[in-house]
């Protein structure tokens, strides 16, 4: 597990903080503008923003983007007829270099079924940093409950979701929960597979 010395940047190391972080999520509206979510910190400052297909018109495309509006993480989903034959679907996380040109840093299979609770959903990080298993992390619990964990390869749990008491008591919908981020995890990462477990259950990011 990261430690305050022990920093874990795959976007950057700008997005590892040396303590435990809360921050909140909350989705906005397609018929405002476009779906997809904001991120904010105890501040209430913006941290991260979510844009799905309904700003950016391109379905299984998603971008993630600092708190001043520049993109960190394009996010796509494989298609093709070699996806169809496949047994699980995938997403690839990419970053931008200074002349644009793309970089794979994670990998996302999708589960079989949305519907099942206990199929995993399981992510690989680039370079890979497990030697124990093929993949870096992996979501326990159900994300449309806003109760899961992501967890990486020996059981540790590197980020929390959930929503507060007070929050669930006053509304019925799951629109505002907040994520616990460990030290030294990169958030970025967190909130850019966060962003594809929103697409895939149907959340506010897809069309």
């Known amino acids: 597990m ?6 874990m940047p795959v976007i ?3 997005y590892c903080s040396s303590s435990q972080v809360i921050l909140v999520v909350r989705m906005r509206p397609h018929v405002v503008n476009g779906g997809g979510f904001v991120v904010t910190n105890c501040s209430q400052m ?13 379905k299984g495309e998603l971008v ?3 708190g001043n509006g ?3 993480l394009l996010i796509r989903r494989k298609g093709g007829i070699v996806e169809a034959l496949s047994i699980h679907k995938k997403w690839k ?3 931008f270099d200074y002349e644009g040109s793309k970089k794979s840093v994670f990998t996302l299979k999708e589960p079989r079924s949305c519907l099942a609770k206990n199929n995993a959903i399981r992510i690989s990080t680039e370079p890979k940093r497990s030697s124990i298993k093929e993949w870096d992390y992996e979501i326990k619990g159900y994300f449309p409950e806003r109760d899961c964990s992501i967890v990486d390869s020996v059981g540790n749990v590197v980020a929390q979701i959930g ?3 007070e929050v ?6 799951k629109d505002l929960y907040h994520v616990v981020v460990k030290p030294g995890i990169d958030q970025a990462i967190v909130f850019g597979v966060i962003a594809v477990l929103d697409y895939i259950h149907g959340g506010s990011t897809r069309c």
Request: hydrophobic share 35%; aromatic share 4%; proline share 2%.
């Open 2 to 7: 990261a430690t305050k010395a022990d920093t």
């Open 12 to 14: 950057s190391k700008l």
């Open 46 to 58: 913006v941290v991260f923003r979510v844009d799905g297909c309904g700003v950016l018109g391109t």
């Open 64 to 66: 993630l983007r600092d």
């Open 70 to 72: 520049d993109p960190l």
């Open 93 to 95: 996380g990419y970053t």
């Open 163 to 165: 929503v507060k008491k």
């Open 168 to 173: 669930e008591e006053l509304m019925e919908s």
